[in-house]
């Protein structure tokens, strides 16, 4: 039985780049890293909720041709409004935020390789409300 969301895997093309973007400016917290046979930190495993983990590994990033098949990773935040003021506040280019058909609010962003990143807030008319334990 799936119980939920176990990870999202990027390969960056600069990994300390990526920590500091996710880490250090979003607020996410290093789990634990992973290291070569020299010791040398190839990934990092990043806490990004109670049971979700953002995986990133430093490689060679080429887009495949045609679209790609992952489209973005959501964040939920509890306070929409604050969390992009801070966020652009660090200097993070955050869309507009908008109420979503699905009543939720979201605003938009990249992290330093592209990836597009929503951040979510659920309303008590969200469509998700019902499922939300």
């Not at 020299?38 to 953002?54: D, H, I």
């Not at 935040?77 to 869309?95: L, M, P």
Request: proline fraction near 4%.
């Amino acid at each position: 039985m799936v119980k939920g969301l176990a990870h999202v895997c990027f390969v960056v093309v600069d990994l300390d780049k990526a920590v500091e973007f996710y880490v250090d400016k979003l607020g996410l917290t290093i789990a634990f890293e992973f290291k070569n046979d020299q010791g040398q930190r190839r990934g990092v495993y990043v806490k990004a909720g109670a049971r979700c983990f953002l995986e990133l590994f430093q490689g060679d990033v080429t887009p495949a041709a045609g679209k790609p098949s992952f489209q973005h990773l959501c964040l939920e935040v509890d306070d929409i409004a604050a969390t992009v003021a801070d966020f652009k506040a660090k200097g993070i280019e955050v869309g507009p935020t908008t109420l979503g058909c699905d009543q939720s609010y979201q605003a938009w962003l990249a992290d330093p390789d592209g990836n597009r990143i929503e951040l979510h807030a659920y309303t008590a008319a969200s469509w998700q409300a019902p499922h939300l334990t």
